[in-house]
């Protein structure tokens, strides 16, 4: 497994009240495999590839949701960073075995993430194909506190896109407030982009906290809508058509929230 780029993402993984159901929805959604991981968590396989993983919640009153992981080359280093532009560190740095190191942060505007100095464990084996993660990008109210530590906290380089009908892959509006992150040491622009910062805007429901939303690819974008909902998920917003394919924002059995994207037929 290739490493991957200082604050590149590097794994999604969901937190799920039932297990054993969220192995059911999954593996006929995507076609994923699971093998056991350490307690109650089960990797999730596409063609024999790690892909992602599925937690059982250890704790009720945590969210179901779909959590995103940045790589870090030094994890004491970006907790601080997190502290020191207002950030707000959920769970210090803890060993995950051989595997790597893992912690928890929010940003300013709540919206929380996990930090990931790989060991043995590198990450995705697996994106940008079907079945597998392709993007991520946060919603927040506090656009100006989030973009400042984002930069300062992971490096990133960045680009804006709010051009009418130039919108984002998380939203059918056009014209939106959007900015795409490439990674420390590139040149900002779709290229190079690992992720993005939308706003919650006024359309959206006033009680939606901040939060990351991640993207899985599809081959059928219409087709994978109508399976969430025959698997007994629900559609949050229908199949739409944006400069980078066709998307959909879905919840799973239980309530977690993905977006799928199929890419353009070229």
């Given at each position: 497994m290739a490493a991957f780029a200082q604050s590149a993402p590097c794994w999604v993984d969901v937190q799920l009240p039932d297990l054993e159901a969220g192995k059911r929805f999954y593996g006929e959604f995507f076609g994923w495999t699971f093998r056991a991981g350490d307690g109650p968590y089960a990797d999730a396989l596409s063609d024999g590839a790690l892909v992602a993983a599925l937690a059982a919640k250890q704790d009720g009153r945590m969210p179901?949701?779909?959590?995103?992981?940045?790589?870090t080359?030094?994890?004491?280093?970006?907790?601080?960073r997190v502290r020191?532009?207002?950030?707000?560190?959920?769970?210090?740095?803890?060993?995950?075995?051989?595997?790597?190191?893992?912690?928890?942060a929010a940003d300013p505007g709540g919206a929380v993430f996990g930090l990931w100095q790989a060991g043995e464990r590198q990450g995705f084996q697996k994106q940008n194909e079907p079945g597998?993660?392709?993007?991520?990008?946060?919603?927040?109210?506090?656009?100006?506190?989030v973009d400042a530590f984002y930069e300062q906290v992971f490096g990133f380089r960045s680009m804006d896109i709010d051009e009418p009908g130039a919108g984002d892959p998380g939203t059918a509006e056009s014209g939106v407030d959007y900015r795409m992150w490439s990674p420390p040491g590139t040149d900002p622009g779709p290229d190079t982009a690992v992720g993005g910062r939308s706003v919650i805007t006024d359309g959206l429901p006033a009680e939606m906290p901040s939060h990351f939303l991640s993207y899985f690819t599809v081959a059928d974008c219409d087709a994978a809508a109508e399976t969430a909902v025959r698997l007994g998920g629900r559609v949050?917003?229908?199949?739409?058509?944006?400069?980078?394919?066709?998307?959909?924002?879905?919840?799973?059995?239980?309530?977690?929230?993905?977006?799928?994207?199929?890419?353009?037929?070229?």
């Open positions: 179901t949701a779909w959590g995103i992981y940045f790589a080359d030094d994890i004491a280093a970006s907790v601080a020191e532009h207002g950030g707000q560190v959920i769970t210090d740095p803890v060993r995950a075995g051989r595997s790597g190191v893992l912690a928890q597998s993660f392709c993007w991520t990008e946060v919603y927040t109210r506090q656009k100006d506190r949050s917003e229908p199949p739409f058509d944006i400069p980078y394919g066709r998307m959909a924002v879905l919840q799973d059995n239980q309530g977690a929230v993905f977006a799928v994207l199929q890419e353009p037929v070229s």
